[in-house]
């Protein structure tokens, strides 16, 4: 008959044994992290403005088809510090065929703030940003020229863990693809536009 050290000796061993089985929960929470700027996995937001127009409103007519059809300015804040580059989509998802692209720009150094009006339409911008191909077959920015009605226009703002290795001229499909896992901040304005009548 076992002795009551042995019986207790048995049953430490037996809760040892069993406790050694399992997963450290640190093991799983670092098996579990995304590139997500925080440990809840949720990508953090960026607050995107504009001293053009704000959230929901009209953007002027000077940054459309009816005007000087020049990028407008904006700016942003809460990039968090492990980005490494931004980019930037703006589409719209009212276009009678489908969404239709009006800028595409990356490889933005994470640290600018801000894009002044009136980018070059070039492929390549001082900051060392490239600018992809619009759907007006252009790099760089064109502006909202809606067929009829108003239509909404999002500015989509994205930090990246990461410089992509794009060239200058990729389309959106391109760069969402080549951005896949690296995002670790987003967000966006969204402006509005309609044509007056003539």
């Known amino acids: ?33 995304n590139g997500s700027a925080n440990s809840g996995g949720e990508k953090v937001q960026l607050k995107v403005t504009s001293a053009a127009f704000a959230e929901g409103q009209s953007i002027p007519a000077q940054y459309t088809c009816d005007g000087r059809n020049v990028s407008p300015p904006l700016a942003w804040d809460g990039v968090p510090s492990n980005a490494k580059t931004l980019a930037l989509v703006a589409d ?11 800028w595409v720009l990356f490889n933005l150094p ?37 067929p009829s009605g108003a239509h909404r226009y999002f500015f989509k703002l994205y930090a990246l863990d990461t410089r992509l290795d794009l060239a200058s001229g990729a389309t959106k499909d391109q760069l969402l693809k080549a951005m896949q896992g690296h995002v670790v901040a987003e967000g966006e304005l969204m402006g509005r536009y309609q044509r007056a009548k003539r």
């Open 110 to 146: 994470a640290g600018e703030k801000a894009l002044a009006e009136a980018l070059p339409a070039t492929e390549t911008l001082a900051s060392g940003a490239k600018q992809g191909k619009n759907d007006f077959g252009n790099a760089g920015y064109g502006g909202p020229c809606p």
């Open 92 to 102: 719209d998802p009212d276009a009678p065929r489908g969404t239709w692209v009006h």
């Open 1 to 33: 008959m076992m002795s009551k050290v042995s019986c207790a000796l048995l049953v430490l061993l037996v809760a040892c044994w069993a406790g050694c089985r399992g997963s450290s929960p640190s093991r799983v929470a670092n098996e579990n992290v």
